[in-house]
């Protein structure tokens, strides 16, 4: 299949195929007339790296991954090198939780105070006008 086609079937754009091929992810065969040529297997590649990066992997995250589909292995995943960057992007996961779940509980507290705060205001009389200063006036 030629580039555009890869792109299409793989929900990607011809750009971003030329670029994983700089970067050595991909890689075309050449037809006689210079065209890039790809098969099933780069259709593979592609869908995998775009899978990794829709789950936040930076590009050069998915090379392991690749490299162990190109092995031979029926899954990108089940290399040691994958193995380990599934293991680094997981910690990198669990410290962006802890560190959301502490916003997320000084903001709560925040909130607390403020309706507190707002409790407070709305029971206490809206007029300053007292019952007494009302009567002398009319």
Do not use: W
């Amino acid at each position: 299949m030629r580039i555009g086609e890869l792109a299409e079937r793989a929900g990607t754009t011809t750009r971003t195929l030329r670029y994983y091929e700089a970067r050595g992810l991909l890689t075309a065969r050449r037809t006689g007339n210079g065209y890039r040529a790809y098969g099933e297997e780069e259709l593979r590649l592609v869908r995998q790296i775009r899978l990794l990066q829709d789950f936040g992997f930076e590009l050069e995250d998915t090379r392991p991954f690749v490299e162990c589909l190109r092995a031979g292995h029926p899954d990108g995943a089940s290399c040691p090198a994958s193995l380990e960057v599934y293991r680094r992007k997981l910690a990198e996961l669990d410290d962006c939780l802890a560190r959301l779940g502490a916003v997320r509980e000084q903001v709560a507290g925040q909130l607390a105070r403020a309706e507190l705060m707002v409790a407070s205001v709305d029971a206490e009389p809206r007029c300053e006008l007292t019952e007494h200063q009302m009567n002398h006036e009319g």
